[in-house]
Structure formats: structure tokens, C-alpha cells
């Protein structure tokens, strides 16, 4: 089944809703059983399976939070989308290794999402902008 821009959409705005109120259970269940979760740069690799991304968002909804996405651009295809965003958020842990302290942090990020048939999330691919974090929160001397 060929999803529609409009399921897509909703399906995506689900998922960063989950992951706005730090919700790791509600994240999980936007993605399918067996998703491929690949957030580019993280130590652990591409994860496979829906519980095998759980690290990740434990790590990130302890790192930063009062999370915000607001989307700039997206691009469609058959059963997936490009989607370009802003982030603003408190870095109150070690967000991608660097030293939050509570500072605001704002980038850019850019997803890849792989949708199956039934609007679950098959393929998550997610870039950071992690020069405008190093930028914003450098290394204190």
C-alpha cells in the first residue's frame, strides 16, 4: 500500500510529538518491529528492531530537553520522505558528547523516513548538524 503525503505527514508529527514530550514508549510504537534506526554518528551504529532504538532515546531525552521541531522543508517519494527541521533545546546533559550546562542549544536536522505499508516506520536516517551544536556548546577551556 502506497501511503498518501497526508499519512506520511500525520505518521512523522506523531513521531516527533512522542519525542518532543519525551515519551520513549510512544516513540517506539511509531516505528515498525523490525525498523532500521540509524541516527548517523551515534557510537552504537544503525540499531535493528523497534526496541533496540530505546538507548538512543534514553540517552537524547536525558541529554537535552523542552524539545522543539519545527520542520523547514519536506520532500516526498513512494512510501518515504525527506524531512529538513530546526531542534531547539535545553542541552542539560552530554548531548553527541559535549558538555550541555543547561545552555540552549538550535540545529538543523535531516531525517530519511522509510514508511511499510501499514504507517509504522520501517527506516529512520537522521543527520545532526553537530557543528552548529560543537558551535554552541564548546568545550570550556
Known amino acids: ?4 503525503r497526508e499519512q506520511m505527514d500525520r505518521a512523522i508529527d506523531e513521531h516527533f510529538g512522542y519525542e518532543a514530550a519525551d515519551d520513549i514508549d510512544g516513540v517506539l510504537a511509531t516505528l515498525a518491529a523490525d525498523a532500521t534506526h540509524d ?15 530505546r538507548p538512543f532515546y534514553e540517552a537524547m531525552f536525558a541529554d537535552m530537553s523542552d524539545s522543539k521541531v519545527t520542520c523547514t522543508q519536506r520532500l516526498y517519494g513512494d ?3 525527506v524531512d529538513e527541521s530546526m531542534v531547539e533545546a535545553t542541552a542539560k546533559g552530554r548531548p553527541f558528547g559535549l558538555k550541555g550546562n ?3 542549544v538550535r540545529f538543523r ?6 514508511f511499510a505499508g501499514d504507517g509504522k516506520i520501517q527506516r529512520e536516517n ?5 557543528g552548529a551544536m ?8
Open 102 to 104: 543547561g545552555r540552549p
Open 39 to 53: 541516527i548517523v554518528g551515534w557510537p552504537s551504529g544503525p540499531t535493528h528492531g523497534r526496541e533496540s532504538a
Open 1 to 4: 500500500m502506497t501511503l498518501t
Open 134 to 141: 560543537i558551535q554552541q556548546l564548546p568545550p570550556e577551556a
Open 79 to 81: 512510501n518515504f520522505l
Open 126 to 130: 537522521a543527520w545532526v548538524d553537530l
Open 109 to 114: 536536522l535531516l531525517h530519511i523516513i522509510e
